[in-house]
Nanobody
């Protein structure tokens, strides 16, 4: 079993900052790609940012220069630092991780429960 616990969402004014965290626990041998997705009301879930085990990152164009994804492999945690937030960033943010539970197992995908981010004055 793999559990993901997200934290850090909330209400912030435009131009403000938030930092999301997603901690993985359970039967984990290795964590591969870790990422953040978001889903706004009436819209499809979209990839916001992802980071590989080697530290390679990618971002959706709308957040480049404002958001930074990072990970602490020892803590099995992925972070999303969000600066200069805009009302259009309002959404439920989900973390997604690819986990292998043993050296020979095929990686499986796990999702966090979601955390609400609301950007409003």
């Amino acid at each position: 079993q793999v559990q993901l616990v997200e934290s850090g969402g909330g209400l912030v004014q435009p131009g403000g900052s938030l930092r999301l965290s997603c901690a993985a626990s359970g039967s984990i041998f290795s964590i591969y790609v870790m990422g953040w997705y978001r889903q706004a009301p009436g819209k499809q879930r979209e990839l916001v940012a992802a980071i590989t085990s080697g530290g390679t990152t990618n971002y959706v164009d709308s957040v480049k220069g404002r958001f930074t994804i990072s990970r602490d492999n020892a803590k099995k945690t992925v972070y999303l630092q969000m600066n200069d937030l805009k009302p259009e960033d309002t959404a439920v943010y989900y973390c997604k991780v690819e986990v292998a539970v043993s050296r020979l197992s095929v990686p499986t995908v796990h999702w966090g429960q979601g955390t609400q981010v609301t950007v409003s004055s």
